[in-house]
């Protein structure tokens, strides 16, 4: 079973080959590296991807901006598949934290046993302006506070939802109604659209702009009973 120490041999031979200077536990730093006129390399060595390993890369920019994660190399197949599946995350936290991030193989033959995947840098993160403007159309759209933060496997109450729950109220009857009346009584000016597309089928179109709830429909009004009370603009 491998252990952190294990990790060390890889990651000195690799900085050495860089030029660099390397001692380990220097002031509880696991590997420090230090090249004239070049900044001071530290590395934090850990066996696996941990908050407490983050925790000591970001402990140590207080004495350099050089500072590298070190994890072991997946051995298995399945410690293969997850770290596939996690990498891209954990390299967009160190780049985001400023840290840099290197897998180390200390049973591979090859010269390359320590490899970086990621040089520490200063982040500027960049905002996705369309999202920014969904997410603030969202909020502005959604009446109340209809959802409980932290929740799972619950359907989220959306502004889409609130005025799908506003057309079918509108049609809670069981006579079919012109689209253009069930937008006037439920106040939602994308009504036909909602209708349209029938995203959780609650209704039904008997005729060119004209439609009627479903049993699916008349289900959903009593799921939902308590965010219709919740609504403005719901027809009385």
């Known amino acids: ?59 140590r920019q207080s004495v350099t901006d050089d500072v590298y994660l070190a994890v072991l190399a997946p051995n298995t197949a399945t410690k293969r598949k997850n770290w596939r599946g996690r990498q891209r995350g954990y390299r967009k936290l160190c780049r985001m934290l400023g840290l840099g ?35 603030l159309t969202e909020f502005v759209s959604r009446d109340g506070d209809p959802n409980t933060g932290g929740i799972n496997r619950t359907k989220i109450i959306t502004a889409y939802r609130q005025d799908a729950l506003r057309c079918a109220q509108a049609l809670r009857g069981r006579k079919a109604k012109k689209v253009a009346d069930i937008k006037a009584t439920a106040g939602v000016p994308k009504a036909a659209s909602i209708l349209q597309k029938n995203h959780y089928d609650w209704f039904e179109r008997t005729a060119r702009g004209v439609y009627r709830l479903t049993p699916t429909g008349r289900e959903g009004l009593k799921k939902y009973a308590s965010i219709l009370q919740s609504l403005d603009k719901i027809p009385k």
């Open 101 to 135: 991030l290197m897998v180390v193989d200390p049973d591979s033959a090859a010269a390359r046993s320590a490899e970086i995947l990621l040089d520490p840098a200063p982040y500027t993160p960049r905002k996705d302006k369309r999202r920014q403007t969904r997410l």
């Open 1 to 59: 079973m491998a252990k952190e120490t294990d990790l060390y041999a890889p990651v000195k031979a690799m900085l050495e080959a860089k030029g660099y200077t390397v001692k380990a536990e220097v002031n509880g730093c696991d590997v420090v590296a230090a090249k004239d006129g070049a900044p001071t390399v530290i590395v934090e060595l850990k066996l696996a991807f941990t908050l407490d390993l983050v925790l000591q890369g970001i402990q």
